[in-house]
């Protein structure tokens, strides 16, 4: 069974600075797909960001942009020019090949400071 | 579009009373579905998926149960509720790979 890891509880960010969430994950597959997905207060789930683990190229979205390190299993979320809006629970996610199972990891509790 | 629809949105419900969450998926064909739970403050536990009708798999064994009746519905239960079964509940579906997971609203059951 594949696991996903954030290992940051909490973190905290000024308004406008970049901020970098840690994702690994372990898995024996080699073909799989990489999510993050934003959970605001009113916990709805949002996806922010996805990246195909056969591509080198990191994915961007915007301000948010991934460092997909597929040797280490690391997965990274990056967010630039941080907003109030971006204060959130962010949950790293892992889908198998075959596209049918979703495991997530514990999640990183976001706050944008003014 | 694809749609999907969990109720309710928060229930209460005495320690032992059984449980019935409901969630439907509009505009698509044999999606996968996932009901997750999620602890206050924390992360999101896989408790069923399923690919089919009648194809269930169970991640954590434990007082729940799901089913899928009809291709587009899924159904979490529980018999007797325990006060460890609060939480919110999230439905998903996807459809094949590379698709990200649609969530529904999500239910807050509170067992006191």
């Known amino acids: 069974a594949q696991t996903v890891t954030q290992s940051q509880p909490e973190m905290s960010v000024q308004e406008a600075e970049t901020v970098t969430l840690s994702c690994t994950y372990d898995?024996?597959?080699?073909?799989?797909?990489l999510f993050w997905y934003k959970q605001p207060p009113s916990r709805q789930m949002i996806l922010v960001i996805r990246?195909?683990?056969?591509?080198?190229q990191n994915a961007t979205e915007n301000r948010f942009s991934v460092n997909f390190q597929k040797a280490a299993k690391s997965f990274s979320l990056k967010i630039s020019d941080s907003q109030l809006g971006d204060t959130a629970m962010y949950f790293c996610?892992?889908?198998?090949?075959?596209?049918?199972?979703?495991?997530f990891g514990g999640g990183t509790r976001l706050m944008v400071k003014p | 579009s694809q749609t999907i629809h969990q109720w309710p949105a928060t229930l209460v419900q005495p320690v032992g009373s059984p449980l019935s969450l409901e969630c439907t998926v509009e505009?698509?064909?044999?999606?996968?579905l996932y009901w997750y739970r999620q602890a206050a403050g924390r992360g999101l536990q896989l408790l069923f998926y399923?690919?089919?009708?009648?194809?269930i798999s169970s991640e954590v064994p434990q007082n729940l149960s799901a089913s899928r009746p009809q291709d587009r519905q899924f159904i979490l239960s529980s018999k007797k509720l325990l006060l460890s079964d609060s939480g919110f509940y999230l439905c998903?579906?996807?459809?094949?790979?590379?698709?990200?997971?649609?969530f529904g609203q999500g239910t807050r059951l509170t067992v006191v």
């Open positions: 399923s690919v089919g009708i009648g194809q």
């Open positions: 505009g698509t064909s044999n999606p996968n």
């Open positions: 990246q195909e683990a056969y591509k080198q």
């Open positions: 998903a579906w996807n459809f094949g790979s590379n698709t990200e997971a649609f």
């Open positions: 996610a892992f889908m198998n090949g075959a596209g049918n199972m979703l495991t």
């Open positions: 898995t024996s597959e080699s073909n799989y797909y």
